[in-house]
């Protein structure tokens, strides 16, 4: 066993009906590596990512962490073997405070989630974590605003920090910029890459847009019609025809 | 076809199992048995079923859990009992309601009024307060001096049990008529209208934000005017009316009824949807005390006005002989006698309750279905439950649609309230016992499903009368010797039993949708 | 320390004013009366002992409605068969004081067991079904009960259609001769129950439960097993509902049936919607307003008073949505709003 290998699927399929959205991939992402997966509408990326998080099954083929077989593991357990996960939508709980939020996210791994008769407050290292991490995304003026009031861009920054608060070794994060203006993705895509490599996790990012992960991915793995089309470096990815012709087939501007 | 066995082989196992049961209860069961608790089955199904599916199509497009349902389905038997017995009070309501309702049809109107009108703020603020009360005292002073021939719940000769009795011996009633002794006619009929007109501005006034100006065209009086001579002739013609309808054949009377029944249920729907439940599709749980709130109201209405007591509504002559030919032995011989039985199989079958009644639920069955398949609207619908969101995307006035869809679920549930009136009676307590079934037939069948609703309703049917047959005449438990007799409270427990063992299996029913 | 004590009684001197008058409540009634504390105290006076009365049942129903707001309001589950939780309870006193003769330790410890066993019950179909199918299914539940308890094969024990009569009530708790001291234990029970749930609200657990109802993807896709949570709530939710059954079978002369009925859990889910979703104090105060409500309007109005609470249901719906003690929070009353929603209905 290759220990430089963290996640790994071996023949990953999963079918719709008569589509087959993911077919037979095969990915290998190296640990302490920032790992993106682009491609263009319909390429089965979503879908590829909802299999690595568990939140569907497959048809066929196995999801491998550190060597030992996630398949079949229930959604909630993912987090406990070190996988945390973000969404597109943008998903929190929007009638709690930013604090909750995060403090509900880096409370799942404590042990004393059963003693219903202590006050929350009381589990100190769980307190002091989400102050660290809510800090670490800027959020911490807002921090007693209910989650909702938050503009988009800073939920964003919390969905980031929910999912950073557990402290898992391998962040999924699942079109991290969506629907944020434009100036604002600089900036949290150098928080990403600043969690990644201070923290020295292993980041697995799904993005439709190109300009965002050229920049800062060590590897990017192209799809197209659920299977992998090309893998590399960026200046791979960015001379690859195929991917030129797939990306300009779904009418999609490469402006590298 | 292969692929499609697999998908739903838990329904198909379901239905399998359910088939098996039905076989084995046939079992011992004579044939006579057999046809007639069947049809008992059926009829119970279908009055569920128009329950039911009113009940589908609403949560289904709009999400709303329409708990007053079964109060609705009640208040359904009881204005087709009021119509088809006492035509005389029917034709006395029909002027002032009309008269209330004109002076809302006229809404396009008024804000080309409002514009008119030039007040300071303060008047702006007190005039539509000023112009409700108005209305209110009128209405007030009118209304207990408008002279409507009725029924005296004190007095158990002028009540509706005895009405009751006597329309269904065939002895006329002797009516009351009520005449203007109070009140005199023109001040009578000028004042509602004063009042509807006043009233229905003042409302408008209150919603400020209003400012369209409209395009004002005959669409804008058609309603008024119509509502208008509605109740004009209806007041001039009173007697010639109420002459008219006593002396009309009961089967005339009787559609009537139905149809009457089926409007209001459909305008009280539309009425409480547009004014009540619109407020709250942003939190369903408050439709949920809503709809508790205005169901027992519904209940105390009905006790305020039609009294406590039970009573059953007559049947219409068609299905009311008694001759020398009855019990028909084929249907050509019924329709000569009107008989109330027919031999069927050796049983004698009810034709209204057993004959009749699932006629009309298959009917109305094909005719939603054809509704939600062949029309626009229904096509809105049908997209609607699968996507509302995607609807409204689409620039479709969903609102516009939710009033029609409710509408049509409470105008189902009240035809269904006024037909079965005279085969189960009127009662306080018809609503809930129906709601109950009709939630269990859902439950089924698959909860937004249409085609479910029809299933499940006619499962739950089926399997409450063939425990009351076995309550009577005992069931034997294969391989011993017991008789089992099922207690009467075996009935709710069956269908409860099967609903939770339904769901446990398919969490969406037999027929729903799949998440 | 002073100081630490002092800002407690600072912070909470709303309830403990509110606690003050209810332990004072049925003296100061009877000195209206003219019944010196002794006398009261003696359980003799006329009036403070039909008070007293009043407050045991508005007592029992608030502990009922607390726990429905424990897993409606905090949890998000939406029960029908709550009324399930109440009688088990109060049946289950019933039958075993006056069946078998059991001693009242013995009795509340096996309704420890038949509340942690409803609660499994419960627990067995909510992986299975969800929202409103789950609310149909624990409907169902709790109607099979109500049809068990109702029928006549059992009706040695449960007294059938009347209901359960005829109950020996240890006599050093008794309703009729001890009725202060009822009414204090049920006090005391209430207090405790909701100091627990207080805290229940406020731990880890209960910090989830919350996020449960928010959003229960997303506190599965953070690691929890909402499963457990969600078990959790609805065993000390129905620990509390039939502890409040036990109070109901030893106050009340007979157990009707009724308890068990749909229209039982629909109480439940008023009160906790007039004093406030999930506020848990709002259930105490949607139960003292629902009965003394009830209670008024039967006296003054009679037969028609369920016209007039529904009207009151259908008011508070639309004008005060958030329920007492919600509104109290917000200091907003959306009186306004609710005209203008029930006007919007003149826009086309």
Redo the contacts between chains.
């Keep these: 066993m290759n220990h430089d290998i963290i996640v790994e699927t071996i023949n990953l399929s999963k079918q719709f009906g008569a589509l087959v959205a993911v077919d037979n991939v095969n990915i290998k992402v190296r640990r302490n590596s920032l790992h993106a997966i682009i491609g263009p509408n319909g390429a089965g990326k979503t879908t590829f990512f909802n299999l690595l998080s568990g939140n569907i099954e497959p048809t066929s083929g196995k999801v491998m962490f550190k060597g030992s077989d996630l398949t079949h593991q229930p959604v909630h357990r993912m987090i406990h073997h070190g996988i945390g996960r973000s969404f597109q939508i943008t998903n929190i709980f929007p009638n709690l405070t930013v604090f909750e939020n995060v403090r509900l996210a880096s409370q799942a791994l404590e042990k004393s989630n059963f003693k219903f008769w202590m006050n929350v407050s009381r589990l100190e290292k769980c307190e002091y974590r989400t102050w660290e991490v809510i800090e670490k995304v800027g959020l911490k003026e807002r921090a007693h605003a209910p989650a909702r009031t938050l503009p988009h861009g800073d939920q964003r920054k919390l969905e980031l920090g929910m999912i950073l608060a557990p402290d898992p070794e391998v962040l999924l994060l699942d079109e991290p910029t969506a629907g944020m203006a434009a100036e604002q993705v600089p900036e949290l895509l150098a928080l990403i890459q600043e969690i990644q490599k201070t923290g020295n996790k292993t980041v697995i990012l799904v993005e439709h847009n190109m300009n965002v992960v050229m920049s800062v991915s060590d590897i990017i793995t192209v799809m197209h019609l659920g299977k992998v089309l090309a893998e590399g470096t960026p200046a791979e990815i960015a001379a690859n025809r195929e991917v030129q012709t797939a990306y300009l087939g779904g009418l999609y501007e490469l402006n590298v | 076809m292969n692929a499609f066995f697999r998908k739903n082989l838990l329904s198909a196992a379901t239905l399998i199992v359910i088939l098996i049961f039905f076989i084995a209860a046939a079992q011992g069961m004579n044939s006579q048995d057999f046809v007639i608790t069947f049809l008992r089955g059926l009829s119970v199904g279908a009055v569920t079923f128009l329950v039911a599916s009113g009940f589908s199509l609403i949560f289904g497009l709009l999400d709303v ?1 329409n708990l007053a349902h079964g109060t609705l389905f009640m208040i359904g038997a009881y204005i087709g009992w009021t119509v088809f017995v006492r035509p005389d009070t029917f034709a006395d309501l029909l002027t002032p309601f009309a008269l209330i309702l004109s002076g809302f049809a006229l ?1 396009d109107m008024y804000p080309l009024l409002s514009a008119r009108v030039r007040l300071g703020l303060r008047m702006r603020r007190i005039l539509p307060w000023a112009l409700i009360i108005v209305s209110v005292l009128l209405l007030g002073l009118i209304l207990p001096r408008y002279p409507i021939a009725g029924w005296n719940l004190d007095n158990y000769a002028e009540s509706p049990v005895t009405y009751s009795f006597m329309a269904s011996q065939g002895t006329p009633l002797p009516p009351p008529t009520a005449t203007f002794d109070q009140i005199s006619p023109a001040l009578a009929i000028g004042g509602l209208l004063l009042a509807s007109l006043f009233g229905s501005f003042g ?2 006034l ?2 400020q934000s ?1 400012q369209r100006s409209p395009r004002l065209s005959w669409r804008s009086y058609a309603g008024f005017v119509v509502l208008l001579l509605v109740g004009l002739i209806a007041f001039i013609f009173n007697s010639a009316l109420t002459a008219f309808l006593l002396g009309l054949n009961a089967n005339w009377l009787f559609f009537i009824a139905v149809i009457v029944a089926t409007l209001s249920g459909a305008g009280l729907g539309a009425l409480m949807e ?3 439940i ?3 599709y942003s ?1 369903p ?2 439709q ?3 709809t ?6 519904g ?3 009905v ?2 006005v039609w009294g406590r007591p039970e009573f059953v509504m007559p049947k219409p002559t068609l299905f009311n002989g008694s001759g020398a030919s009855c019990p028909a032995t084929s249907f050509s011989s019924w329709w000569q006698g009107n008989c109330s039985t027919i031999l069927l199989l050796g049983g004698r079958v009810r034709t209204y309750n057993e004959i009749f009644i699932p006629l009309i639920g298959l009917l109305v069955l094909v005719a939603v279905w054809i509704l939600l398949q062949r029309t626009r609207l229904g096509m809105i619908i049908r997209a609607g439950v699968q996507d509302r969101e995607m609807v409204e995307a689409l620039g479709i006035n969903v609102r ?1 649609v939710f009033t029609m869809v409710f509408a049509l679920g409470v105008g189902l549930a009240t035809l269904g309230g006024a037909l079965a009136a005279p085969s189960m009676g009127l009662s306080n307590a018809m609503g809930e016992s129906f709601l ?1 079934n009709a ?2 037939a859902l ?1 089924i069948g698959g ?1 937004t499903s249409y085609p479910g609703a029809a299933l499940g309703s006619l499962l739950v049917g089926l399997i409450q009368q063939f425990i009351i047959k076995y309550g009577q005449i005992g069931i034997s438990i294969p391989f011993t010797s017991i008789v089992l007799k099922p ?1 009467p ?2 009935v ?2 069956s269908t ?2 099967l ?2 063992i339904i ?2 299996i398919m ?2 029913g037999l027929l729903g949708k799949k998440e | 320390m002073q100081k630490k004590a002092f800002s407690f009684f600072h912070n909470n001197r709303a309830s403990l004013i509110v606690l003050f008058a209810l332990v004072l409540l049925p003296f100061i009634v009877g000195l209206f009366e003219g019944a010196s504390p002794i006398v009261v105290w003696e359980n003799q006076g006329g009036i403070s002992k039909f008070v007293e009365g009043l407050g045991i049942e508005i007592f029992i129903l608030a502990l009922y409605a607390l726990s429905y707001d424990l897993i409606f309001g905090v949890t998000g589950l939406l029960s029908f068969g709550h009324a399930m939780f109440f009688a088990v309870g109060a049946y289950l006193t019933g039958i075993a004081l006056k069946s078998f003769a059991l001693s009242l330790p013995a009795v509340i410890g096996l309704v420890f067991l038949a509340a942690i066993l409803q609660a499994l019950l419960f627990g067995l179909v909510l992986p299975r079904v969800k929202g409103i199918t789950f609310a149909l299914v624990t409907l169902g539940m709790a109607s099979m009960f109500h049809i068990i308890v109702t029928s006549s094969e059992l009706g040695n024990y449960t007294g059938a259609d009347v209901g359960l009569q005829g109950v020996m009530v240890p006599s050093f708790i008794n309703p009729a001769n001890e009725r202060l001291r009822f009414y204090f234990v049920a006090l005391v029970v209430l207090i405790l129950i909701y100091l627990l749930y207080q805290r229940f609200v406020n731990s880890p657990t209960g910090r989830v439960c919350v996020a449960i109802r928010e959003n229960e993807g997303r506190a599965k896709m953070l690691g929890y097993n909402t499963f457990a949570f969600k078990l959790a709530a609805l065993m000390l939710s129905s620990f509390a509902a039939a502890l409040a059954g036990v109070l109901h079978a030893l106050y009340q002369p007979i157990v009707s049936p009724n308890v068990a009925d749909l229209s039982f859990t629909v109480t439940a889910l008023l009160i906790v919607l007039i004093g406030g979703v999930g506020t848990l104090s709002g259930a105490l105060i949607g139960a003292f307003v629902y009965r003394l409500l009830d209670f008024g309007l039967r006296r003054y109005i009679g037969e028609n008073a369920s016209f007039i609470t529904g009207t009151i249901y259908v008011a508070f719906v639309l004008f005060i949505p958030y329920g007492m003690v919600g509104t109290w929070r917000l200091k907003s009353f959306r009186v306004a709003q609710g005209w203008r929603r029930l006007l919007a209905a003149f826009k086309t």
């Design positions: 859990l809404r409302l408008f209150f919603d209003v547009a004014t009540l619109r407020p709250l939190r749980i408050y949920l005390m809503l508790i709130g205005l169901s027992a109201i209940v105390q209405i006790q305020a516009r109950l939630l269990i439950a909860l207690t409270p075996i709710p427990a409860v039993l609903m939770v769901l446990l969490p969406n």
